[in-house]
């Protein structure tokens, strides 16, 4: 059974001006995600900036995220690492915070063999009794998770249950599940892609999206996977040119913390390396939330 099936938010870790986690805002943010149909939440994921968290910031904003969600929705935390070890702690952990599941990206830069995937998720999938999601972004990462692989994955490894597919391949998306023969759900890794993969079988999306218009995600989903494509589609396109706008302006979380601080909330600013989204961008994001209908306050 799936761990959920229409729209999850990877969700932002809102800061203050002092660098801390802003758990007030995180609690408002998440009420605001599950009132407009958000079906999950992914916490500690690349949106959550978790790369320039301390282990322990990490493990307590997992905790702190399952205890404001209050089991409305299912809770995935991003348990990922380059370090095998690392992610095995990591897992470990969420598992005994209450999360119902985790997202293991494959390794960074170390650039594991496609052997050296197949051992590094199977030690981590191993070490705790939660549900698995893989995320492949090779982007991100210089490494591509294969379909063999993950069908190998999926038959010999129980709790590997889901891929988060953010090759842009939507050729590799079918392969996957035809390799994987049902033992593999997958949600589209990018949102202007969720109608494609969503009509191939997927299982919805874990998006940035969400952030901004979570309802219309959500349906965006939903309508395709009970047939509606059509609706599906109208939707996709709609938000096309938002859903650009928030990954490519500037690299994932820089435009979707803007945005929300546009909207009101306080996200606050990003961690270094990230900095805050130059204003001729800002403008041209702005520009494409007010002409998605989304209210901005001025600034």
Known sequence: MSIFTGAGVALITPMHEDGSVNYDEMERIIDYQVANNTDAVIVCGTTGEASTMTHEEHIETIKACVDMVKKRVPVIA??????TDTAVYL????????????LVVSPYYNKATQNGLKKHFTKIA?????????????????VNIKPQTLSELSKEVENIVAVKEASGDISQVAEILALSEGRLDIYSGNDDQIVPITALGGKGVISVLSHVI??????????TMEGDIKAGAA??????KLAKALLSLEVN????????????FKAGSLRMPLTEMEEGNKKILRQAMEEAGIKTEAE
């Open 126 to 142: 191993g070490s705790m009794d939660l549900p698995v999601i893989l995320y492949n972004i090779q982007g991100r990462t210089g």
């Open 253 to 264: 979380p820089i435009p979707v913390k803007a945005a929300m601080n546009m909207m009101g």
């Open 78 to 83: 991003g348990t990922g690492s380059n370090c």
């Open 91 to 102: 897992s470990k952990e969420a598992y005994k915070a209450g999360a119902d599941g985790v």
């Open 214 to 223: 979570p309802q219309e995600v959500h349906d965006m989903a939903v309508k």
């Open 235 to 240: 939707l996709q396109l709609k938000y096309l």
